[in-house]
């Protein structure tokens, strides 16, 4: 029988409950602000535990939210790999960072997440831009204090190193 690396099935979870939170039914009032789950769940494992979450889980996460959201395959992929390397360069410094100062970092990224996307889709697709197709980089700036903190608490109890 294969033995499962320690902590693995913990980090399982957390990327399924990221994906089920980023398909999950909200008020059409909300539905603008959902925040972007996927990218807030590896940005805090690419900077807790980069020796475990590198490259290859991003691109898998990527991969799955592609295929859940219906996109064209490899787009958020793509975009995921992309703000996944200043992640991987800086964490050291990043996860240093007051909570606050985090939270900005995170708002960066996740605006350029949707610059690339919105870009390749645009090009592909003929995608319109409109505002609110922004305003998860709030929402997800807003949340990121919570995210990080429920998700360290998360990584403890588990014992994910």
Same mark, same amino acid.
């Given at each position: 029988?294969?033995?499962?690396?320690?902590? !693995?099935?913990? %980090? %399982?979870?957390s #990327?399924?409950?990221?994906?089920?939170? *980023?398909?999950m @039914?909200? @008020?059409?009032?909300?539905?603008?602000?959902? @925040?972007?789950?996927?990218?807030?769940? &590896?940005?805090?494992?690419?900077?807790a535990?980069p +020796?475990?979450?590198?490259v290859? *889980?991003? !691109?898998?996460?990527?991969?799955? *939210?592609?295929?859940? !959201?219906? =996109?064209t395959?490899?787009? /958020?992929?793509?975009?995921? &790999?992309?703000? =996944?390397y200043?992640?991987?360069? $800086? #964490?050291?410094?990043?996860?240093? #960072?007051? &909570?606050v100062?985090?939270?900005l970092?995170?708002?960066? &990224?996740i605006?350029f997440?949707?610059?690339?996307?919105?870009?390749?889709? $645009?090009? %592909?697709?003929?995608?319109?831009?409109s505002?609110?197709?922004? #305003?998860?980089?709030? =929402?997800s700036? %807003?949340?990121? @204090?919570?995210?990080? !903190?429920?998700?360290?608490r /998360?990584?403890? $109890?588990? +014992?994910? +190193?």
């Amino acid at each position: 029988m294969m033995m499962v690396k320690a902590g !693995l099935i913990p %980090l %399982l979870i957390s #990327y399924v409950i990221a994906l089920v939170f *980023t398909v999950m @039914p909200m @008020p059409a009032l909300l539905e603008p602000w959902r @925040p972007d789950w996927v990218s807030l769940v &590896l940005i805090y494992w690419l900077m807790a535990i980069p +020796h475990r979450v590198g490259v290859g *889980t991003v !691109l898998i996460v990527g991969l799955l *939210t592609d295929i859940l !959201l219906g =996109s064209t395959f490899g787009v /958020y992929a793509s975009a995921l &790999l992309l703000i =996944s390397y200043p992640v991987l360069r $800086h #964490y050291q410094r990043i996860r240093h #960072y007051a &909570l606050v100062q985090q939270a900005l970092v995170v708002a960066i &990224l996740i605006f350029f997440k949707r610059v690339i996307v919105y870009e390749i889709e $645009h090009v %592909l697709n003929d995608a319109v831009f409109s505002v609110p197709y922004l #305003y998860p980089v709030v =929402s997800s700036a %807003l949340i990121w @204090p919570w995210v990080f !903190l429920a998700l360290r608490r /998360y990584r403890r $109890h588990n +014992h994910i +190193h």
